[in-house]
């Protein structure tokens, strides 16, 4: 599944390109999926947020309770300022999450296919838990960028163990917002973490203020397909997507079976969806 040499340099680098893990028929079927699921997506609910004085609380709760379900969020720019939508459902979608490995049977299929197993399985997670899924979307012209983090804030674990799997579902490049990692950076620790706080509201304890170096990021482009492994410590982001081409990803985040999930961590799970393995 994967080499001596690849495990040496994903201890190194902190992340690992493995291209080719899907093929073209895996990557399609999870897209026609998510165009289903985006389909069937009455965004009226969400909208409604927008034109509520309690906008910031109400997109909070709708975030903060979506650990397991299948939600839809939309990109910052998506809303003109009297609350339509600039462009189609469709094409104003960020990102679906953060059940989906879950609750929806395509994706369920590939996240707990046989390869994700055996992978999991090369990089000493084989007993992991499947924690969080996400479709990112990386729409054109309005994809936002996501800023400069460690998962290991928002998914903290004692101890940190915990490694994120995003595939390609289409070719990412620096012009269509690919990701960007500091090699090595996740040699330096976890910076912050981010933590429930009273009356559902959330905060960052910092562990580390110093900002990133952010000279050291590298892009990483791969083609449709490729599988990148992130470590939960290393400095990664992507910038803004303003080209004419969407830059389709999907996300799996796989934690040790052994270790304390923290109560105050923001993603929950309700009873009666405990966490599970393969
Ligand atoms: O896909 C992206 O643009 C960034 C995703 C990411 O960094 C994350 O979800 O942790």
Redesign the pocket.
Known sequence: MISEQQLKNYGEQGFLVIENFADEAQCDELRARAEELVQEFDPAEVVSIFSTHEQNRLTDEYFLTSGDKIRFFFEENAFNADGTLKYEKEKSINKIGHALHDLDPVFERFSRSQKVKELAAAIGLEDSLLLQS?Y?F?QPNIGGE?TC?Q?ST?LYTEPIDIV?L?FALEDATVEN?C?WAIPGGHRNGLKSRWVRASEGRMKFEIFDAEPWDEEQLVPVEVAKGSLIL?HGLLP???FENRSARS?H?Y?LHLIGAGVEYPEDNWLQRGATLPLKGF
């Open positions: 996400m990112i990386k996501v983090h998962d928002f994120g995003w917002g990701l992130l990664h982001r992507s830059r990803a996300t």
